[in-house]
């Protein structure tokens, strides 16, 4: 259907097929039909026929979205047009007040958008965009509703203004945010305060909806000022804690009035809590204010005025019933210590009262530990930042902290083992579930808890002592119930999660023998209850707290058992008595008990296996801890041991789920850095530590002769794929290097090649062994630097080669995958591989001359394979998958470093592909890619200009690079506007962008210029030194500042000026 044939009834069908159709073929029809409309000349007409004459909302607001994308184009409308738009769509919603907000909303995001993009543009001598709020005071001498209107038109503009388009120069953004700042923010942050200084001035009518709205949309404008990017330096949103808002110094005058705190306090206890938490978010801003805008004196005085807001807040608490209120609130209290220091705060005369009511809602809210649990953090984050501050604090005034943070520590605690019977009856999520807000909590409450530390540690051994035993006589108990087993089991997990995190928070410079020896206490009680949990196994076992005593020992390696500690700890000597444990050797057996247990025991429950292996893994990393492990009987064990018979978990039975396996990479990793110690060169050690390995890849290969049953083999190769990988990890130096290549090769290697060719449409398998030849391939520590009689480099090469061949030919005959099969069936193993072809091109440990030389063709076939497996991924794909990027673009610094032949016998097209990713390389965010790609180009660019300097000297040797050269200056010569779309790209970058690897990009830039050496650029740098004299003088110095306007339009156009109308522009190459 042609669209000028389109009347207004067919368009509105369509508009309802869109907005409110349930059939999807209809809706894609519609979506393409209105793209066409977009783009079709009579774009505009058909919105004002929309807007004029439709009958539904969703009419008017196709209009305002085909509107919005004609006016974001990157080449602009005629400014007259743009004129016309905005005062067509003013007019129109003034006459149209009533409209649907989300009507409202889209056709404002117009005026927004047009305003915001012709912020600069002149008409007439004048800043013909500028006018919008003029035009808007006009609204609020209106009704209510133009009121309402006028206000989102500024709320929409400030939001605008701030939001940061990645598609556009951000230099151009920061310039417009920062003119919008200067010359208009501060005026409608001004009118906004006034707007809710009428509102509170009459009697408020909270009935009327106009009225209420009017309310909520000027406050949302007040938020929207002061949320705004006043410095570009935009802040993470996530890190909600660390902000400071960086209120211009022209504001201060607004913000040592007293009445403009007043003004929002007043406002959050005459509204309702739907407006009255957005008073609070205002007030949290405000709070956040950076110091430096007042001087001291100022400062405390604003402190004092917030404080007493604090104070009239918590004496009249009916508001904080309301969740938004309530987490707003604590916002605003995190907010106090994050911008002023204790010493400020103790100065205040309010302090002992208002850290009372702190303390005491504090105390509340952990008791209602179900009520906004989000916002717990947020008042955490307070006694934290207060109790961290204590040393620290020079007044002679009372902080008081040592009074109230017993009693939040104590609250805590008591509150999560009285909301245990509650979770377990109630049948609800258990917090202990969410285990990142839990350890975010706990991390909080270690230094809360440290404060006054005798009373904290009297009350966990209290409860602790209680509660192991009542679990005691529940498991002597012939008629336990069910019920009560997992309430005390569940008190048990967070009592083992609080002690670890006390003894987490022992710092060095303020630890005591007296805490140490208190930590000593704790620490007993948990290992008893291990020694009582795993005398029980397997019949009585609880996963939380095994998980909670994995959380406990991590903690206790970390502060007590390393390098750091003095033997003498006072933490030993209650353990001593107690346990027998005497120092960190005896420590080091029991945790190495505690994981073979596990390990055997709990081999069908994923989450304690992976923290167990954590756990070893952690503990297998320091050399002097590594030294000490050995002697223990439980790691000889395990290292002779490993099979699944003594530890299930390597298994390969159906009831372990794929994604299970990729712990035992973990487990073999730090397994064979524990083997590492004593190893030096005992081939029959090594050979004896992998013979469990031996028998299951004997077996595999056995399988594959016969007929098997192909998801047992394809479980038995995972498995073996993932352990051989930690091995590899862990082998760091050539003597241990090579005794794992002669175990693999010639005898197994072969069985993966068969596996990958047989299964490569199954990621689930190839990926762990394309993982495993990568890792094979990394030169680590320089162990593929082998003996120079051995050929291994060379073979392992070899085998890497045939299987990035074999994967790479039968991926492509999977045809084309869907948008969501794309990545996991096919790009995550061509990245694998891209990875693994750069580990071995730049790991020096092969001479890859010698397989020309020889006729070997394993090289030609891995750059081919290479090559069409990049020609089956898009461009776009490339770049999206950041895996991808970060696989291909290295590797193709490799190729362009060592193998220019390679690149310069592509065939044009693929050339022209590879230049083509350069350049969009280039512009990514990513420095990673954004710099391989300067340095690729920097390759190419010195090897087409040294081939020029050459040209004419006929130069006797080197005949393959003089051909390699002449290909590559042909093809330039074909394709002129590469380079010269490149060089503009560069120096877009740099004249224009927040450049961040500026060094990168000078070195193919440099490159660039010298091949266009009498291109306009250098015209355009000649014109600014034009009649320039060698002084300082005011009348030079006019004279430069002249020529500079003029040689940033001439370069602009240079820049703007299209490669392709001049093929013969670069012109040491025509």
């Not at 949320?227 to 330096?233: A, L, M, T, V, W």
């Not at 440290?450 to 002597?476: G, P, W």
Request: proline share 4%.
């Amino acid at each position: 259907m042609a669209l000028h044939f389109q009347s207004l009834a067919e368009l509105e069908v369509l508009c309802t097929h869109l907005y409110v159709g349930t059939d999807l073929p209809q809706r894609i029809e519609a979506e393409k039909a209105l793209l066409d409309l977009i783009d079709s000349p009579e774009c505009l007409s058909k919105c004002q026929l929309l807007l004029e004459q439709g009958t539904t909302s969703y009419a008017q607001l196709l209009a305002a979205t085909c509107l919005s994308k004609l006016v974001s184009r990157v080449s602009p409308l005629p400014i007259e047009q743009r004129v016309d738009i905005r005062n067509y769509i003013l007019n129109y919603v003034a006459s149209q007040p009533k409209l649907v907000p989300f009507v409202i909303q889209a056709l404002i995001q117009v005026i927004a958008k047009i305003t915001k993009l012709g912020w600069f543009e002149v008409q007439k001598d004048q800043f013909v965009f500028r006018e919008i709020i003029a035009d808007v005071k006009k609204f609020l001498q209106g009704t209510v509703e133009h009121c309402i209107i006028g206000v989102i038109i500024l709320s929409e503009l400030t939001q605008e203004m701030n939001l940061v388009d990645y598609s556009r120069p951000s230099a151009k953004h920061r310039k417009i945010a920062t003119s919008f700042r200067d010359t208009s923010l501060k005026d409608i942050l001004v009118l906004a305060c006034s707007l809710l200084k009428e509102v509170l001035a009459k009697p408020l009518n909270l009935q009327d909806q106009g009225q209420q709205n009017l309310v909520m949309q000027v406050l949302k404008l007040v938020l929207n000022c002061l949320n705004f990017d006043f410095i570009g330096s935009s802040a993470d949103e996530s890190a909600d804690d660390l902000c400071t808002v960086q209120i211009p110094t022209t504001w201060r005058t607004i913000f040592l009035e007293p009445e403009t705190l007043d003004l929002f306090f007043n406002l959050y206890h005459s509204l309702p809590p739907l407006l009255s938490q957005l008073a609070l978010s205002c007030l949290v801003q405000f709070a956040s204010t950076r110091r430096s805008l007042f001087s001291s004196p100022e400062r405390a005085k604003y402190l004092g005025n917030l404080i007493k807001g604090v104070k009239r807040i918590l004496e009249n608490p009916q508001g904080l019933s309301d969740p938004g209120n309530y987490h707003e609130f604590c916002r605003f209290l995190a907010r106090l210590k994050t911008n002023y220091q204790l010493g400020e705060l103790v100065m205040v005369k309010e302090y002992p009262e208002v850290i009372r009511l702190i303390a005491n809602f504090t105390i509340t809210s952990l008791q209602h530990w179900e009520f906004a649990p989000n916002s717990v953090h947020y008042l955490l984050t307070l006694w934290q930042r207060m109790v961290a501050s204590v040393p620290f604090v020079k007044s002679t005034e009372p902080h008081l902290l040592d009074t109230y943070a017993p009693e939040i520590t104590k609250a805590f605690i008591t509150s999560r083992l009285e909301s245990v019977a509650i979770v377990v009856r109630d049948n609800l999520d258990d917090p202990l579930d969410d285990t990142a807000t839990v350890f975010q909590q706990l991390e909080q409450l270690c230094t809360v808890s440290r404060c006054e530390y005798e009373k904290t540690c009297t009350l966990l051994v209290q409860l602790f002592d209680q509660n192991a035993q009542n679990y005691q006589k529940l498991l002597h108990s012939a008629s336990a119930i069910t019920v009560d087993m997992a309430i005390q089991e569940g008190r048990l997990a967070w009592l083992v999660y609080l002690v670890g995190t006390v003894v987490g928070g022992r710092l060095t410079y303020t630890s005591t023998d007296e805490h140490d020896a208190m930590d000593g206490e704790l620490s007993c009680r948990v290992f008893q209850l291990i020694s009582l949990m795993d005398t029980g196994l397997p019949q009585c076992s609880n996963e939380k707290i095994e998980l909670a005593i994995l959380w406990f020992l991590d903690q206790f390696r970390k502060t007590y058992v390393g390098d750091q500690l003095q033997r003498t700890s006072k933490v030993y000597a209650r353990m001593s008595e107690v346990l027998g444990i005497t120092d960190d050797n005896h420590v080091l057996e029991t945790f190495m008990t505690k994981i073979v247990t596990n390990l055997k025991y709990w081999g069908r429950c994923e989450p304690v296996i992976s923290r167990t292996l954590q756990f070893l893994n952690d503990l297998s990393v320091g050399y002097i801890l590594l030294k000490k492990l050995v002697k223990i009987d439980a790691v000889k064990f395990m290292l002779k041991n490993h099979t699944s018979e003594h530890f299930p978990f390597l298994g390969i039975s159906d009831s372990y789920s794929l994604s299970d396996f990729r712990c035992r990479t973990t487990f073999y990793t730090a397994l064979t850095r524990l083997l590492m110690v004593d190893l030096g060169e005992d081939e029959d050690e090594f050979e004896n530590f992998m013979l469990p390995l031996t028998v299951s890849f004997e077996t595999v290969l056995q399988l594959f002769n016969n007929n098997f049953k192909q998801e047992d083999v394809q479980r038995m190769l995972i498995g073996l794929a993932r352990d051989l990988r930690g091995i590899a990890f862990a082998l760091n130096t050539k003597t241990s290097y090579t005794m794992l290549f002669d175990w693999m090769y010639p005898a197994y290697l072969p069985v993966l090649q068969r596996a990958v060719e047989r299964w490569y449409g199954e990621p689930a398998c190839t990926t762990p062994i394309l993982k495993l030849m990568a890792e094979l391939m990394q030169n680590r520590s320089q162990r593929l630097n082998f003996d120079v009689s051995s050929p291994n480099g060379i073979l392992l090469f070899r085998e890497a080669s045939k299987m990035i061949c074999t994967y790479g030919n039968q991926i492509l005959s999977l045809g084309s995958l869907s948008k969501d099969q794309i990545y996991p069936m096919k790009l995550k193993g061509i990245s694998i591989c891209y990875s693994a072809l750069k580990s071995a091109l730049c790991g020096n440990y092969v001479s890859f001359g010698v397989f020309k030389l020889y006729g070997d063709n394993h090289f030609d076939n891995v750059l081919e394979a290479f090559v069409k497996m990049l020609l089956s991924v898009s461009h776009s794909d490339l770049l999206q998958y950041r895996k991808l990027s970060q696989s291909y673009y290295p590797l193709l610094e490799c190729l362009t470093q060592d193998h220019m032949s390679f690149i310069t016998n592509l065939e044009p097209p693929v050339l022209l592909y590879v230049l083509t990713s350069i350049s969009e390389g280039l512009t990514t965010l990513d420095t990673v890619v954004s710099s391989s790609c300067c340095t690729s180009l920097d390759y190419i660019v010195t090897c087409l200009f040294k081939h020029i300097a050459k040209e004419g000297k006929k130069p006797l040797r080197c005949r393959e690079a003089t051909q390699a050269g002449q290909r590559l200056l042909h093809f330039m010569q074909q394709n002129p506007d590469v380079l010269q779309q490149m060089m503009s790209v560069l120096m877009n970058t740099i004249v224009f962008e927040d450049c961040r690897n500026q060094w990168s990009v000078s070195r193919p830039l440099l490159g660039l210029i010298l091949l266009n050496e009498k291109e306009v650029l250098a015209q355009c740098f000649r014109n600014l030194m034009e009649g320039v004299e060698q002084n300082l003088s005011t009348k030079n110095r006019d004279r430069f500042t002249q020529n500079l306007s003029i040689f940033r339009r001439d370069v602009a156009e240079a820049l703007r000026t299209d490669g392709s109308t001049e093929p013969c522009s670069l012109d040491m190459m025509s």
